[in-house]
């Protein structure tokens, strides 16, 4: 095996395939550059005030607009004693919510957001069609932060686990995909 040094002049067959890496990793650069553009414009930054363990509590995280009329999907754990829940839009405007319904044991919620506007939607893909080996990317808004990324690959699909109640969940999407804190609830594309 012989190293390549900078110094040296480079076969053609090396500048070859040093171009194709280059070209590949643009190509993947340019994939995920394209989900963010896309998706990004949906995902909202969720606080909420409360009670947790009786006490007064804030929390926040991620959600994903699922619809121009303001439904609104996050974690469970996101929004669970919320008394009062805002959204903070990529835009820049904060509008209230109000909680629709939850499903503790999947850790799902969905929100109204309270406003007359069209907010920008995303769309719910099929998850029957994810693959181990397709690249994911997790987005957040943190904190109300501009989004936060991070992209991995889908480890596996078909996962099972168990709900704090005990009740089983299966076809669990499996990733590496790195989540950074107060990115729950985002989405995972």
């Not at 959204?87 to 919510?97: C, I, K």
């Not at 109204?112 to 893909?125: I, K, N, Q, V």
């Not at 889908?154 to 804190?181: C, E, F, H, K, Y």
Request: net charge negative; glycine share 12%; aromatic share 2%.
């Amino acid at each position: 095996m012989q190293l390549w040094r900078k110094d040296r002049d480079t076969a053609p067959e090396t500048r070859e395939v040093a171009q194709q890496d280059e070209e590949l990793l643009d190509a993947y650069s340019h994939a995920v550059i394209g989900v963010v553009e896309a998706v990004s414009p949906s995902v909202v930054h969720v606080r909420v005030r409360g009670m947790r363990q009786g006490q007064g509590a804030q929390g926040s995280g991620s959600g994903t607009i699922l619809s121009p009329d303001g439904l609104v999907l996050t974690n469970n754990h996101v929004v669970e004693g919320a008394t009062a829940i805002e959204l903070a839009l990529p835009d820049g405007r904060h509008v209230a919510a109000r909680l629709l319904g939850r499903d503790p044991d999947t850790d799902i919620a969905v929100l109204r957001a309270e406003t007359t506007d069209r907010l920008p939607a995303g769309r719910l893909g099929n998850s029957k069609k994810v693959r181990p080996g397709q690249v994911a990317v997790a987005i957040g808004n943190p904190f109300g932060f501009e989004s936060t990324v991070t992209a991995g690959i889908v480890s596996a699909v078909g996962r099972s686990l168990r709900a704090q109640n005990g009740r089983l969940i299966g076809d669990v999407i499996q990733t590496d995909a790195a989540l950074n804190p107060g990115n729950s609830g985002g989405p995972l594309v």
